[in-house]
């Protein structure tokens, strides 16, 4: 554990699930999850280990447990990845991590199981990312069971806007774009496909995750407002401005 690393480098939230815990104990958790957090892109097994770290101290807390339930899914574990969300799930009462969720029941061959769960949560109530994210999972799960069609049916949701850029379009029009091809339907694979690329580089210049952005001929045209706080909470629910005419091709 490297000394810089402490408490505060926790998102303020996620601390604040430790209170029940020692103020020591509290202090060593907070860094191995602050450690899994910023090594689960770059090495996941290192930041699983700070993970299994964490529950051995506070395996009670709910944070602990969904940090468990997700570097075992980056790590390929996906039953003890299922495991632990279910726990998360039950502790914390979310069902923010059911795309995880049915993602980690492919991974261990049950599609039928991964469809069930994901048809028992009402999306109304998710966050759009999550929604966006259950479709593309469910998606994935019916191609398991060999129906393309079906599977193009699940990404058929609001969120599937070809004019609109937000931080989940990248991979909402790159499913689309890859079910199309299982399809046949090569002309439409490569409009989505190109989509999520311009979309993918538009967002690489915003630095705002909800900011929206409105594409027109593979250029950006982004509205940007300057009273959007610069660290949203990962629980928060990006707002959905109201609708705006996209802007027409000049002939």
């Known amino acids: ?4 690393v402490t408490a505060d480098d926790l998102h303020k939230s996620a601390r604040n ?13 907070a860094r191995h ?4 957090s910023q090594l689960i892109d770059e090495d996941p097994e290192l930041a699983h280990k700070h993970a299994l770290a964490a529950s051995r101290r506070a395996g009670r807390i709910a944070i602990v447990r969904e940090t468990l339930g997700i570097t075992a899914y980056a790590t390929g574990d996906f039953a003890l990845a299922l495991r632990e969300l279910r726990t998360y799930r039950r502790i ?16 261990v061959g049950r599609p039928d199981r991964a469809l069930e769960a994901g048809r028992a949560v009402d999306r109304a109530t998710l966050p759009t990312p999550v929604r966006v994210a259950l479709a593309i999972a469910m998606s994935g799960a019916r191609l398991d069971q060999g129906e393309a069609e079906l599977a193009l049916g699940e990404l058929q949701i609001p969120e599937l806007d070809p004019d609109r850029a937000f931080e989940w379009s990248p991979a909402l029009f790159g499913a689309h774009a890859a079910v199309l091809e299982d399809l046949g339907r090569e002309e ?6 190109a989509r999520a690329e311009v979309a993918a580089d538009a967002l690489g210049l915003n630095d705002e995750d909800d ?4 594409i027109e001929d593979g250029l950006i045209e982004g509205e940007f407002d300057d009273d959007i706080d610069d660290e949203p909470s990962a629980s928060t629910e990006p707002s959905t401005p109201e609708p705006q005419e996209t802007p027409k091709e000049e002939s």
Do not use: C, H, Y
């Open 17 to 29: 699930e430790l209170k029940t815990l020692s103020k020591e104990n509290a202090e060593q958790v």
């Open 33 to 36: 999850l602050a450690m899994a």
């Open 1 to 4: 554990m490297p000394e810089e």
């Open 211 to 214: 900011e929206e952005i409105f």
């Open 92 to 107: 914390s009462g979310k069902d923010d991590q059911i795309a995880l969720m049915v993602d980690s029941e492919r991974g």
């Open 188 to 193: 439409e694979a490569a409009f989505w496909s």
